[in-house]
């Protein structure tokens, strides 16, 4: 049973009303905001509107989540209130604000797009450097060690729309951590943990860099995502490895992101790119 909002005085509700004063219809993109007491996953039930038609824009966010996913269907969970859990609608292949559709093999950049605003909103609000390990985690130093504290999930909700779903752990105390390698921005010495200024960057950010991704043709180059997503990626230049699909594992060296945001790792037999896997890192960034 989900507890009160008032239970924990450290971790107030969020103010519906005003998320959407501060973001519905101000940038042209986010043209809804749902705060939910809980749910399963924001992303399936935002999918599940998308494919009823919903606009785009809309923002589904949930106080606590009681089956999010992560990449790889890895379960997402964490204390009622404690984190940023929210998923948003885009329908990059539609023509909108007066730019054409985005090519499909382009979309493929709307995780990293997502991770490089959340990473950067975060950094600027909560004061925590915060970094990207390829795909789409977010990254944060907690003591002396580098942890999770964030994901992106992207997943498509029919021929022209994609669900991005964001998790964050804002306020977790070293208790609450689900595995040892997680952390929270709080953990991380942020100089603010109230949400709801949190989630109005992440949102404001978000609409900025898909409005340029659009503006671009979805081109990463155009707009400047691929190198702004190449300076905060923690992945490249360390050794790592890609555990992929099938059980096969890529060992090397992560040189690049390509142009269609897979990791190229620079291994015995070359350089191969790795669009889908998990990647570990093996060394520390110098």
């Known amino acids: 049973m989900t507890s009160s909002p008032w239970s924990d005085l450290d971790r107030p509700p969020l103010n519906a009303a005003a998320l959407r004063r501060a973001v519905v219809g101000h940038d042209g993109v986010w043209s809804a905001l749902e705060v939910v007491p809980a749910t399963g996953s924001t992303n399936a039930d935002l999918t599940a509107k998308a494919q009823q038609g919903a606009p785009e824009g809309a923002v589904l966010v949930a106080e606590e989540q009681t089956a999010g996913r992560g990449r790889l269907d890895r379960a997402w969970s964490a204390p009622a209130r404690s984190g940023l859990f929210f998923s948003v609608l885009l329908r990059p292949g539609e023509s909108g604000g007066g730019h054409a559709p985005v090519p499909v093999h382009r979309w493929g950049w709307l995780p990293l797009l997502a991770g490089v605003a959340t990473a950067t909103a975060l950094s600027r609000t909560a004061g925590v450097d915060t970094a990207l390990k390829w795909p789409n985690d977010l990254l944060v130093t907690t003591g002396g060690e580098e942890r999770k504290t964030g994901g992106i999930l992207a997943e498509r909700a029919g021929d022209t729309a994609v669900v991005l779903g964001i998790g964050v752990n804002v ?22 943990t109230d949400r709801d200024p949190l989630l109005r960057a992440v949102l404001r950010s978000l609409a900025d860099w898909y409005t340029a991704w659009r503006a671009a043709g979805g081109d990463p180059s155009a707009c400047r995502l691929d190198q702004t997503y190449a300076a905060g990626c923690a992945t490249l230049g360390r050794q790592v490895r890609a555990e992929l699909p099938g059980g096969r594992e890529l060992a090397g060296t992560a040189v690049a992101v390509d142009g269609d945001g897979r990791l190229v790792i ?20 110098r």
């Open 171 to 192: 306020s977790l105390r070293a208790g609450e951590l689900p595995v040892p390698t997680a952390s929270s921005l709080a953990l991380a010495g942020a100089a603010v």
């Open 266 to 285: 620079a291994g015995p037999d070359g350089e191969q790119p790795v669009g889908a896997g998990d990647i570990v890192h093996l060394r520390p960034s």
